[in-house]
């Protein structure tokens, strides 16, 4: 079974800031390919990684590159230059998917619920923008993830600093309205929306070492939600994947207020695949265990 996918590259690391974080999932990828017997081998993007595709007689790629120069389109409109496959998402998906910001603007536009939202510049009246948008609000980098360089603003004075952590990583700022609620996210794999997981933190907000580092964050799943429910959100998950184009897998993350709305928050087409990563955990409560998971993917079927 497992020798028909030939030899595979599994790509990782990079030079985003999300490189630590890909360099951890591309090895548990990796082990877990080599574990079921395929011929599979590591390599870090960040070094001669187009003379090493064209040397090397790949016959596939697994993409376990997280962040700015793997998950936004770079990478993939590479592969399809050098007709080589790969998992996940397409070029358009994956650039469109990266930018926060304009992901939102298609979900507005197609009447799909998302947070109230601007870009924010140096020149912006601060004063104004919490007008319209009230506080508190979220400050992130529009092409990052993994939570990195997003601030919670309680009052107009934190704004600038805010904007001043966001603006560090060379791309567009945004400021959306914070939602306050139980925060969900629903795993894809190919046709199939996955058990949701809830995420509960005692931090502000589930930021990076939420994410990656502390132990009091719970990751409930089965989340809880009566059947209807978790079916309906699991429809508009798959409704937000497919908007932007995505396909074969990804992640897309929502919060719920307290009069049972959903806010869409983010697509992620490249998720983490860690120890502590969500698609592998929501995929074990579906009977998925991490190898299969791994195969499925890379079939990607």
């Known amino acids: 079974m497992t020798n028909k996918f030939g030899k595979v590259a599994v790509l990782m690391g990079g030079e985003s800031a999300e490189r630590e974080i890909s360099l951890k999932s591309g090895q548990a990828i990796l082990d877990a390919l080599v574990r079921q017997g395929v011929n599979a081998v590591g390599i870090d993007t960040?070094?001669?990684l187009v003379t090493r595709l064209t040397h090397s007689s790949f016959?596939?790629?697994?993409?376990?590159?997280?962040?700015?120069?793997?998950?936004?389109?770079?990478?993939?409109?590479?592969l399809e230059y050098l007709e080589l496959p790969y998992t996940g998402s397409g070029v358009l998906a994956s650039a469109l998917a990266m930018d926060k910001y304009r992901t939102k603007m298609l979900w507005q536009g197609m009447g799909l619920p998302t947070p109230a939202c601007a870009?924010?510049?140096?020149?912006?009246?601060?004063?104004?923008?919490?007008?319209?948008?009230?506080?508190?609000?979220?400050?992130?980098p529009a092409l990052e993830g993994s939570s990195v360089g997003m601030s919670k603003v309680n009052s107009v004075g934190e704004l600038r600093s805010a904007w001043k952590t966001a603006s560090q990583f060379d791309c567009d700022v945004i400021v959306e309205r914070y939602i306050t609620g139980k925060e969900y996210t629903a795993a894809i794999l190919h046709e199939t929306v996955l058990p949701l997981i809830q995420l509960e933190t005692p931090r502000d907000f589930y930021d990076f070492t939420a994410?990656?580092?502390?132990?009091?964050?719970?990751?409930?799943?089965?989340?809880?939600?009566?059947?209807?429910?978790?079916?309906?959100?699991?429809?508009?998950?798959?409704?937000?994947?497919?908007?932007?184009?995505?396909?074969?897998?990804?992640?897309?993350?929502?919060?719920?207020?307290?009069?049972?709305?959903?806010?869409?928050i983010e697509v992620n087409t490249i998720p983490g695949m860690t120890d502590h990563s969500l698609v592998p955990m929501?995929?074990?409560v579906a009977g998925i265990n991490f190898d299969e998971l791994v195969l499925r993917i890379l079939a990607k079927k």
């Open 46 to 48: 960040a070094h001669n």
């Open 211 to 264: 994410k990656y580092s502390d132990t009091q964050t719970s990751y409930i799943c089965p989340c809880g939600l009566a059947p209807a429910e978790e079916k309906a959100l699991q429809t508009l998950a798959q409704q937000a994947f497919l908007s932007v184009n995505a396909s074969d897998w990804g992640r897309v993350d929502f919060i719920v207020d307290s009069e049972n709305q959903p806010w869409l």
């Open 59 to 78: 016959d596939h790629i697994f993409i376990a590159l997280h962040g700015r120069g793997g998950e936004d389109g770079t990478i993939q409109g590479l």
């Open 282 to 284: 929501a995929a074990k």
């Open 119 to 140: 870009i924010l510049h140096a020149e912006s009246n601060l004063t104004d923008i919490v007008k319209q948008l009230s506080l508190p609000l979220m400050v992130k």
